[in-house]
């Protein structure tokens, strides 16, 4: 939530697109160039997927070219509609509060 700014107009305005990577640097593990591998340690864990989480660099290019923006999509959905901020992944299951 914290890469999410609402302007006075409340337009939702997106940042902090420090680790951006291709799909092919990040296959290449720490060998490669990926921001998002170097940069690992900035994201808590609860805001990872599975493989990321594990460091498994080489499966990530192997699946769907959105799944790891699809999976933060879901963590922001989640703590816009709870209201705080996501405190593990088991979290994702509760989906109660979201219409």
Do not use: M
């Not at 460091?55 to 999509?73: F, R």
């Amino acid at each position: 939530l914290s890469a999410v700014v609402v302007t006075e107009r409340l337009d939702w305005k997106l940042h902090g697109f420090d680790l951006c990577s291709e799909l092919e640097s990040i296959g290449h593990g720490v060998n490669g160039d990926a921001a998002l591998i170097r940069g690992a340690y900035l994201v808590p864990d609860q805001y990872k997927p599975e493989e990321y989480r594990r460091g498994d660099w080489v499966i990530i290019p192997e699946g769907p070219p959105w799944a790891i923006d699809a999976w933060g999509l879901g963590c922001l959905i989640q703590e816009v509609y709870s209201g705080g901020a996501l405190r593990g992944t088991d979290q994702l299951r509760e989906i109660d509060q979201i219409p």
